[in-house]
């Protein structure tokens, strides 16, 4: 039987001609196929014979059909959808990404969206163990040897004594006595932040290998999976280089050690870089793309959302700094700052450019302007996009990004009130990732087609 529309109508499954008879591409216009020459193929789920004919044949047929039976728009987009599977062709970013199955292209994406959902865990984990203190307690790095803990009260006993030769210990033991069951929570928050990005290491390498082996990751994204490996590889290097600096003897010092904020900022901004990679490129898998017309005024908002996503990794950046020095300490009132909106010690390091790095009365001045500046102008932006002619997804991530920028904004005001508890300043932590997931899923879906 020929393949006209009243068989792909009653017979058309999503799995049909797996070897690729049909490759649909730009409206039926051309045909290539290994299995051209023959003459006849079996459908694997119908097991009928079909004999084929040329795609504008198959097109035509469709169209002329059209007037003759009530196809509803559902079970056209279906059909045209399948066609495009069986074909093995599939779309990423606005780009055709042939011999790719749609379903190879999900699970891609899927497995993305669980990259970025591991390198979330991992920077609320490391913020968790900053703010209890416990990124000192693990002296050393040892790849393979740090993923065994101590088993016995006499291997518990030489780490202990072992983190005893460290600054830390001998500043905290001026304090009090810190008891080998407090070495053990903090040396096991150390451990765990550890042990998760080994794991973000072995969910992104395990399953990348194995889609390549497949097929199913496209020529334009095996750079960006080397990039990925690159950061992951680049952020183990960072921890290390980081806990290095608070290992360090500093006679000058009269505070509780504390690793670099230079080293700490880099470690955060690679890990949100890498955040941000993981989560666009899995939107850009998992969510169908929907044109926009490229007028003035959407090109003014691609900008515009790229302009707002960097004000939010860079107002989430300068927390780093806040943590590194413990700045959130230092002026524990809003709006004001002990009564003055500009404080007596802004100024007070010299050379004057030290003060926006290592003074932490201006560490803090500058994140809570910071802070407020994005809320204002993600305010600001959401009313330009308030007459936009955006698709109804693309204004549900505009009031989100407004109202998490809200809430956002209420977790640091009530974390620097209350005195920075542990619980509170993690969620702040948590909640500046959202926001840049917001962000992030805004620009996904205002990005441009190519030609």
């Given at each position: 039987?020929?393949?006209?529309t009243s068989f792909?109508?009653?017979?058309?499954?999503k799995?049909?001609?797996?070897?690729?008879l049909?490759?649909v591409?730009?409206?039926?216009?051309?045909f290539?196929?290994?299995?051209?020459?023959?003459?006849?193929n079996?459908?694997?789920n119908?097991q009928?014979t079909v004999?084929?004919i040329?795609?504008?044949?198959?097109?035509?047929?469709y169209?002329?059909?059209?007037?003759?039976?009530?196809?509803s728009?559902?079970?056209i987009?279906?059909?045209?959808?399948s066609?495009r599977?069986?074909?093995?062709?599939?779309t990423?970013?606005?780009?055709?990404?042939?011999?790719i199955p749609?379903r190879?292209?999900k699970?891609v994406?899927g497995w993305?969206i669980g990259?970025?959902g591991m390198?979330?865990?991992?920077?609320?984990?490391?913020?968790?163990t900053r703010?209890t203190?416990?990124?000192?307690s693990?002296?050393?790095?040892?790849?393979?040897?740090?993923?065994?803990?101590?088993?016995s009260?006499?291997?518990?006993q030489n780490?202990?004594?072992?983190?005893?030769?460290?600054p830390?210990?001998?500043?905290?033991?001026?304090?009090?006595?810190m008891?080998?069951?407090?070495?053990?929570?903090?040396w096991?928050m150390?451990y765990?932040?550890r042990?998760?990005?080994?794991a973000?290491?072995?969910?992104?390498?395990l399953?990348?290998l194995?889609f390549?082996?497949?097929?199913?990751i496209s020529?334009a994204m095996?750079?960006?999976l080397?990039i990925?490996?690159?950061?992951?590889?680049?952020q183990?290097?960072?921890?290390?280089?980081?806990?290095?600096?608070?290992?360090?003897?500093?006679?000058?010092?009269?505070?509780i050690?504390?690793v670099?904020q230079y080293?700490?900022?880099a470690?955060l901004?690679s890990?949100?870089f890498?955040?941000?990679?993981?989560?666009y490129?899995g939107?850009g898998?998992?969510i169908k793309?929907?044109?926009l017309?490229?007028?003035p005024?959407?090109?003014?908002l691609r900008?515009?959302?790229h302009?707002?996503?960097?004000?939010?990794?860079?107002t989430?950046?300068?927390?780093?700094?806040?943590?590194?020095l413990?700045a959130g300490?230092?002026?524990?009132?809003?709006?004001?700052?002990?009564?003055k909106?500009?404080?007596?010690d802004?100024?007070?390091?010299?050379p004057?450019?030290?003060n926006?790095?290592e003074?932490?009365?201006?560490?803090?001045f500058?994140?809570r302007h910071?802070?407020?500046s994005?809320v204002?102008?993600?305010?600001?932006?959401w009313?330009?996009?308030r007459?936009?002619?955006?698709?109804?997804?693309a204004?549900l991530a505009?009031?989100?990004?407004?109202g998490?920028?809200?809430?956002?904004?209420?977790?640091?005001?009530s974390?620097?009130?209350?005195?920075?508890?542990t619980?509170?300043?993690?969620?702040?932590?948590?909640g500046s990732l959202?926001?840049?997931?917001?962000?992030?899923w805004l620009?996904s879906?205002l990005?441009?087609f190519?030609k």
């Amino acid at each position: 039987m020929y393949l006209t529309t009243s068989f792909i109508r009653q017979n058309f499954h999503k799995n049909s001609f797996k070897s690729a008879l049909l490759t649909v591409n730009r409206g039926f216009r051309h045909f290539t196929s290994k299995n051209i020459a023959q003459p006849q193929n079996v459908c694997s789920n119908c097991q009928k014979t079909v004999r084929l004919i040329h795609p504008s044949r198959i097109y035509s047929n469709y169209v002329k059909n059209l007037f003759t039976t009530k196809y509803s728009s559902s079970s056209i987009q279906k059909f045209v959808q399948s066609v495009r599977y069986a074909a093995g062709s599939a779309t990423v970013n606005g780009v055709s990404s042939p011999q790719i199955p749609l379903r190879g292209q999900k699970i891609v994406g899927g497995w993305l969206i669980g990259c970025a959902g591991m390198v979330f865990g991992a920077v609320i984990l490391g913020g968790v163990t900053r703010l209890t203190e416990s990124g000192l307690s693990m002296v050393d790095w040892r790849l393979l040897k740090d993923m065994k803990p101590p088993s016995s009260q006499e291997e518990w006993q030489n780490e202990f004594e072992r983190y005893k030769e460290f600054p830390e210990y001998k500043y905290v033991s001026k304090e009090k006595e810190m008891t080998l069951n407090h070495f053990k929570f903090i040396w096991y928050m150390e451990y765990s932040h550890r042990m998760w990005g080994r794991a973000v290491g072995l969910v992104f390498a395990l399953p990348a290998l194995y889609f390549l082996r497949k097929g199913w990751i496209s020529k334009a994204m095996k750079p960006r999976l080397a990039i990925y490996a690159s950061l992951i590889g680049f952020q183990g290097f960072l921890g290390w280089y980081m806990v290095k600096s608070g290992l360090v003897e500093k006679p000058e010092s009269t505070d509780i050690p504390r690793v670099s904020q230079y080293r700490l900022a880099a470690h955060l901004g690679s890990a949100l870089f890498l955040y941000t990679l993981f989560l666009y490129g899995g939107l850009g898998h998992l969510i169908k793309p929907v044109q926009l017309p490229n007028t003035p005024q959407i090109k003014r908002l691609r900008v515009l959302t790229h302009g707002v996503m960097t004000l939010v990794f860079v107002t989430a950046l300068s927390g780093a700094f806040v943590a590194g020095l413990d700045a959130g300490l230092v002026y524990n009132s809003w709006p004001k700052m002990a009564d003055k909106w500009i404080p007596d010690d802004i100024g007070a390091f010299d050379p004057k450019w030290k003060n926006i790095f290592e003074n932490p009365t201006t560490v803090q001045f500058n994140h809570r302007h910071l802070a407020e500046s994005t809320v204002a102008v993600i305010a600001g932006f959401w009313w330009i996009c308030r007459k936009a002619p955006l698709h109804p997804r693309a204004r549900l991530a505009v009031n989100c990004l407004l109202g998490m920028s809200l809430v956002q904004a209420t977790l640091g005001i009530s974390t620097l009130l209350t005195y920075v508890p542990t619980s509170l300043a993690a969620t702040h932590q948590s909640g500046s990732l959202v926001l840049l997931s917001f962000a992030v899923w805004l620009a996904s879906e205002l990005r441009r087609f190519p030609k």
